[in-house]
Structures are given as C-alpha cells and as structure tokens.
C-alpha cells in the first residue's frame, strides 16, 4: 500500500503526449488542439493564458477528464484518461479532481451546504452525518458559516464562487482546475476569491490549473504556458511575486 502510494508520488501529477483535438462543425473539421506534449508535477501551480479561441478551456477539459483526446495520451495520476469510457473518467474525477468555474455552476435546487455535501456523499466514503460536517465546516472556511441554507439564486457571485472553492476542496483533490475563475467577479471580490484559492492551496498542498486572462493572476503561478492556436508558444518558470 505505501509502496504504491511512493510510486505514485514519483509520477508526474499529468503527463500529456501529442494530444489532439478535433471537432466536426457541419461538414468542416477543425482542429483544435493541435499535438500538446506537457507534463506537470504534483504541487505546481501552473497558469494557462492565450487569446479567446486558442484552446484553453478545451486543454483543460481534458486535462481534468471532463472531455476525450481525438489521439495522443492524458495520464492523470498514472491514470491513462484517454483509454477510459465516460464512466470511468467520472470515477477519476469524483476521486482526484476539484473543479471551479467561470459560473461556478453550482446546483440551483440545492442549498449551499448540499452544493458542498452532495460530491462527498456520492463518494461513498462518508456517513451523510459526516458529508454535511464536512460540508459545514469547508463553509466556515471560506466564510459562509451564515450562509449554510441559501440556494444559490440567494448568493452573491462572489459567495457563489466560495461555495464552489468549498466543495472543490472538500473532497481532497490532488489537483484544482480553475477556468477563469474570477471572470464573473468585480475587481475586489475576484482578488478575494483569488486569497483564498491560493492560500487554501498551499495549505491542502494540491497542484492548481489555472486558465485566465489575468496577467498579475499568472503571475502568482509557478509556472504559465501560452497557448497559441492550439500549440504550447511558451513555457515559462516565473517568479514568484505573490503581490
Ligand atoms: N464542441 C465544439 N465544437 C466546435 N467548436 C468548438 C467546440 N469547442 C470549442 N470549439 C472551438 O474551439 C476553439 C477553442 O475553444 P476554447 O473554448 O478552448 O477556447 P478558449 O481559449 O478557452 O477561449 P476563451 O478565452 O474565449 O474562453 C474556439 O474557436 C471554439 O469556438
Ligand atoms: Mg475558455
């Protein structure tokens, strides 16, 4: 069991070899992303920037299982995503994978609390008793202890995009996927929402996958690649100035 758990650790968190995309519109095949060969380490926070259209929420789709490579290779945790059925690749998710969006895409029929408890409870690894503590207390930390039975239409989106960050982290993920995750929020509440994406982070210890438009948000990142017309155009190790 330990030996398997070091093994893993050694592996990088995602390794991608000559991903292509290619999706029919009509009669037309466009091609969207066009061989990506990447690999990103457990721990690393990695930003991905590029214009509108180049390819970014479609590489982060298939990073984090959501969507299938048309050829090429996605290893997620020594996983081979690319070889995995609809299924499966929700089994991966649900295991190892935070999500928070553009529009946060919370379940409007649920409270926040059964927003954050319902991915742990499907996880069947918890009691319901110990899911809704959990839930609770992922709440509290990101500051909406007061706000436990609002819907979602009763939040605001920068409370919304909290109760998002809680449960993509309740469940533990070694990994975060953000698509532009402050572009719904004004100027303030994005850089608070930012705070704590980091600092929840570092003190969980998980690799975070950040796609934005945001220059001095790439900047907080280890690392950025830009993506151009599907392609890796740069890929660059920066320092870090956590302004
Ligand atoms: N399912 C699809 N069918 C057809 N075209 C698609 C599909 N998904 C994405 N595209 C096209 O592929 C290109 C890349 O889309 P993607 O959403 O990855 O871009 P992006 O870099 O995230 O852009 P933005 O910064 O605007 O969010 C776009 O031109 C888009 O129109
Ligand atoms: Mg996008």
Known sequence: MVKEFEHEEQ????????????????????????????????????????????GKSTLLGIMAGLDQVSSGEVWLNGKPLHTLDEDQRAA??????????????????????????????????????????????????????QRLKHYPSQLSGGEQQRVAIARAFASQPSVLFA???TG?????????????????????????ILVTHDEHLAQRCQR????????VAKDEIQELTHA
């Open 11 to 54: 592996l990088p968190l995602l390794n991608l070899k000559n991903v292509v995309k290619q999706v029919k519109t009509g009669s037309d095949q466009l091609t969207i992303l066009q061989g990506i060969d990447l690999q990103i380490k457990h721990g690393e926070s990695l930003a991905i920037v590029g214009a509108s259209g180049s």
């Open 92 to 145: 991966v998710r649900a295991e190892g994978v935070g999500f928070v969006f553009q529009n946060f895409q919370l379940l409007p029929a649920l409270s926040a609390l059964e927003n954050v408890s319902l991915p742990l409870e499907m996880l069947n690894r918890y009691s319901l008793a110990e899911c809704r503590d959990r839930a609770q207390q992922w709440l509290e930390k990101v500051g909406l202890s």
């Open 179 to 181: 698509d532009e995750p």
């Open 184 to 208: 719904n929020l004004d100027r303030h509440t994005g850089k608070q929402v930012i705070e704590l994406l980091f600092e929840l982070n570092l003190q969980n210890q998980t690799s975070l």
């Open 224 to 231: 950025s690649i830009h993506i151009d017309d599907g392609c």
